[in-house]
């Protein structure tokens, strides 16, 4: 049975940092590129960002308006994948959604909340 | 970046008539491999998100084939041929040919 599964998040002040785990079983890690998909509270997907899986180099990409704060990585030893936010700003409250894409194959978990809030 | 524009973002529907949604893209979705890019994915209420269609045509696994795919190059549709109830929920499209984006999302409710 494949599960994701996404921990890590909670209340947090502006300006601290979080980091998101996400840990996977049921199929081969390695293989997939790992996503992360935010949705704000009544609002619709922003794509985050992914790593690939080692087969394409492993490498990073990010959507603009998180570039440089958000950091992906991921342990193919443990299949889990981790997005490190830094700086959080109000703006990042959501929820934060893991997804493992194979080409046509696409598992998601169920989100972890993040609030940010002094 | 790729700019993805749905519409209509409400679509009241009828169980048993068809459903449309277009998304247009700022850039084309054509990859000189012959693919387009583009992904169509539903969310129910009170779930996660679930693919349904890949590379702008093909199903995914387990989606009933009352849904189709179509388009090329910066426009595309989604279409449902007899709409059913367990058809209400949040629609989205998605490119895949710079980084990703998703449209702003169809929201599919029975009239």
């Known amino acids: 049975e494949v599960q994701v599964v996404e921990s890590g998040g909670g209340l947090v002040q502006p300006g601290r940092s979080l980091r998101l785990s996400c840990t996977t079983s049921?199929?081969?890690?390695?293989?997939?590129?790992m996503n992360w998909v935010r949705q704000a509270p009544g609002k619709g997907l922003e794509w985050v960002g992914f790593?690939?899986?080692?087969?394409?180099?492993?490498?990073?990409e990010y959507a603009a308006s998180v570039k440089g704060r958000f950091t992906i990585s991921r342990d193919d030893s443990k299949s889990i994948a981790y997005l490190q936010i830094n700086s959080l700003k109000t703006e990042d409250t959501a929820l934060y959604y893991c997804?493992?894409?194979?080409?046509?194959?696409?598992?998601w978990g169920q989100g972890t909340l993040v609030t940010v809030s002094s | 970046d790729i700019v993805m524009t749905q519409s209509p973002l409400s679509l009241p529907v009828t169980p048993g008539e068809p459903a449309s949604i277009s998304c247009r893209s700022s850039?084309?979705?054509?990859?000189?491999?012959?693919?387009?890019?583009l992904d169509w994915y539903v969310q129910k209420p009170g779930q996660s998100p679930q693919l349904l269609i890949y590379?702008?045509?093909n199903r995914a696994s387990g989606v009933p084939d009352r849904f189709s795919g179509s388009g090329s190059g910066t426009n595309f549709t989604m279409k449902i041929s007899r709409v059913e109830a367990e058809d209400v929920g949040v629609y989205y499209c998605?490119?895949?040919?710079?980084?990703?984006?998703f449209g702003q999302g169809t929201k599919v409710e029975i009239k």
């Open positions: 997804t493992a894409r194979w080409n046509y194959i696409d598992h």
């Open positions: 049921g199929f081969t890690f390695g293989d997939f590129a």
């Open positions: 790593i690939r899986g080692k087969t394409y180099g492993g490498t990073t």
């Open positions: 850039q084309s979705l054509l990859h000189r491999n012959g693919y387009n890019y």
């Open positions: 590379l702008a045509s």
């Open positions: 998605m490119q895949a040919a710079q980084t990703r984006t």
